[in-house]
């Protein structure tokens, strides 16, 4: 498929800014897969839409405070080698020549050892990078079409964010407040954990026009022994967010006789060539997973044969992106088309801080 087969036209106003107050008080689209219904709701009606039965998955990743701000000077942290090291984006490019050394303020100043084709650095800082005189230049990084706001930094976590490392929020957990945890716990719908570090590759821009051209950034993930045990016990599984969906489905056991690899990066990035099963798809008996960890670059675009989820809960996502394309393939792509189209119509709002989707 080409790129410009994901492509649709937002009003800007859609945007949203911020997130809704309570969390649970954004809005729900429904939509059955069987039958091609959609329903309008709350999130808050969340628990009336699910079945007893099914376990939630969530990612647990917490976004730490990567931004680093100097003045008109920014350092992005990507990664981090050893204490006082980094591979950085920055802002301007000019002030971090190959070998030279940058004062940031009188205290901290930074070498750039390395420049990469991409205009990365990896750059060492005089300080180790958790003293505390880094604290007062840390902001949370929000995504780009947010406006920065560090009162809402709170906001842009989930209420189970515990393990730093992300680098943006898993966005569909943002809805879940801690009492509506508890109506789904008490009625039979438990929670699972899995860890999934969000990268900065999230908002990366999709630069060929075939989609299968397309090579998707890693990410680092986690299935504990204690949530491999849920999702082997679940009935049915429900993921929230396409990270956590991007980790069950490259860590599943899709049958008796072969395995996932406990390293997912070994399952690749090319996740299409498959029959698609949007519609109505079968629930796979055998379907087993067993703890482990690695990083993952499975790209999911339509043709992709789901196995490691039922459901799926997501907000709704930028144009042209690989979270569309994750959507086109679970739900089909004409119906994909449809509903976004529903969605602006009736001006749900979008992307980070906006409404969701429930995909049954």
């Known amino acids: 498929m080409n790129l410009s087969d994901f492509d649709y036209h937002l009003p800007p106003h859609l945007i949203a ?39 939630l998955v969530m ?30 984006l920055v802002r301007p490019g000019r002030k971090f020549r190959l070998g030279r050394t940058t004062a940031l303020t009188d ?32 902001f949370t990084p929000f995504p780009p079409y947010i406006r920065q706001n560090e009162e809402l930094a709170a906001r842009y976590q989930t209420v189970i964010a515990r ?52 090579r998707l950034h890693e990410e680092r993930y986690l299935i504990s022994r204690d949530a491999a045990a849920q999702l082997n016990s679940a009935r049915h599984i429900t993921a929230v967010g396409t990270t956590t969906a991007r980790v069950l489905e490259s860590a ?3 049958d008796t006789s072969g395995s996932a690899p406990n390293s997912i990066r070994e399952s690749g990035h090319d996740s299409a060539p498959q029959t698609g099963n949007a519609g109505n798809p079968p629930r796979l008996s055998a379907r087993h997973f067993e703890p482990c960890e690695g990083s993952t670059d ?35 792509y004409e119906e994909m088309r449809r509903i976004y ?18 995909i049954k």
């Open 163 to 214: 393990h730093d490392g992300s680098k943006a929020a898993p966005t569909a957990g943002l809805h879940f407040t801690g009492e509506l945890l508890d109506r789904l716990s008490a009625m039979g719908i438990p929670k699972a954990e899995i860890t999934l570090h969000v990268g900065l590759g999230t908002f990366a821009p999709v630069k060929v026009d075939n989609v299968d051209d397309h």
């Open 17 to 55: 800014q911020e997130p809704a107050t309570p969390r649970d008080h954004s809005r729900l689209l429904v939509y059955e897969r069987s039958t091609g219904l959609i329903t309008d709701d709350h999130f808050y009606n969340l628990p009336g839409h699910l079945t007893p039965g099914t376990t």
């Open 59 to 88: 990612n647990n990743s917490r976004v730490e405070k990567a931004r680093l701000l100097f003045g008109s000077v920014e350092v992005f942290i990507l990664r981090q080698f050893g204490t006082d090291t980094a591979e950085a």
């Open 252 to 254: 599943v056991k899709a």
């Open 298 to 332: 499975i790209f999911i675009r339509p043709g992709y044969t789901f196995r490691g989820l039922d459901q799926l809960i997501t907000n709704f996502h930028l144009p042209k992106s690989t979270l569309l394309m994750m959507i086109a393939a679970f739900m089909g």
């Open 341 to 358: 189209a529903h969605a602006i119509r009736e001006e749900y709002r979008f992307y980070s801080f906006g409404d969701a989707m429930l």
């Open 107 to 138: 205290e901290i100043s930074a070498e750039t050892l390395a420049v990469e084709e991409d205009g990365t650095r990896r750059i060492r800082f005089n300080l180790n990078l958790d003293d505390p005189r880094f604290d007062p230049f840390r």
